[in-house]
């Protein structure tokens, strides 16, 4: 056998005894944004318990979804609003920005319930001026104050601007796993479906709506709780 031939017999031995060599795998794909509401239409929107979007109370006003209450309405009966949409894993984010003395709420996981209002089901990112409404106040070591898990688990830190002013929040679910999030800082995080989160509720005024917080998968909500507040650049993306 010529040496040169003898060589790349060697050569192709060598190869052959090399691992195979498999190709970096491609990062995940974040998946797309889905504009909620853009400052241009109220299509991903209807009312609670209804197909229709409210006639009243809820309209455009620039970039920003207002929510301005009827005079003759009693909040309680409610013109809260959810995406037509359902979400289990997602990530949320919008800014709010509350009239002096003001108080709304985001809810999410919501079910829609005819019999029911919908923090039945719903669990609600508070939304508050945390220095002029009493409910900064009351509740346990402030989680009715802004961003907690209402009546459950205080924000800290409580970075909540005056009303007024825009405050970017987020809301990630990814599992069980649930954080929220305002002004860049993580301000509580929990899971659901543990025994704590059980002994939690068991002992909270949710202790008689079996629904609460139960489903996999529900509604985003925004609520109207009879005093002015504003939305921006609701969007939302499936984890």
């Known amino acids: 056998m010529k040496p040169i031939s003898l060589l790349l017999l060697m050569l192709l031995m060598i190869s052959a005894c090399q691992p195979a060599q498999t190709p970096p795998e491609e990062p995940a794909m974040e998946s797309e944004w889905i504009a909620l509401f853009d400052g241009t239409s109220t299509d991903h929107w209807k009312t609670y318990n209804s197909d229709e979007f409210p006639a009243q109370g809820w309209q455009i006003e620039g970039d920003e979804l207002v929510f301005r209450p009827v005079p003759s309405e009693d909040w309680t009966s409610g013109l809260d609003i959810i995406t037509r949409e359902q979400f289990q894993d997602f990530e949320l984010e919008m800014e709010w920005n509350v009239a002096e003395g003001g108080n709304s709420g985001i809810f999410y996981f919501v079910i ?3 019999e029911k209002a919908i923090y039945w089901s719903g669990l609600e990112m508070q939304i508050l001026d945390n220095e002029n409404h009493p409910d900064a106040t009351q509740g346990v070591d402030g989680n009715r104050k802004a961003t907690s898990l209402y009546d459950l688990i205080p ?6 601007k005056p009303f007024g002013e825009w405050n970017h929040v987020k809301i990630i679910s990814n599992g069980p796993k649930v954080e929220h999030w305002m002004n860049g800082e993580k301000v509580l995080e929990f899971e659901r ?3 704590e989160w059980d002994s939690m509720l068991a002992n909270s005024k949710f202790v008689d709506h079996p629904e609460f917080g139960a489903a996999s998968q529900g509604h985003i909500g925004l609520q109207d709780h009879g005093d002015v507040v504003r939305f921006r650049n609701i969007r939302i ?3």
């Open 112 to 114: 829609e319930q005819p």
């Open 193 to 195: 479906f543990t025994a």
């Open 155 to 160: 924000a800290v830190p409580q970075n909540a």
């Open 237 to 239: 993306r499936k984890l």
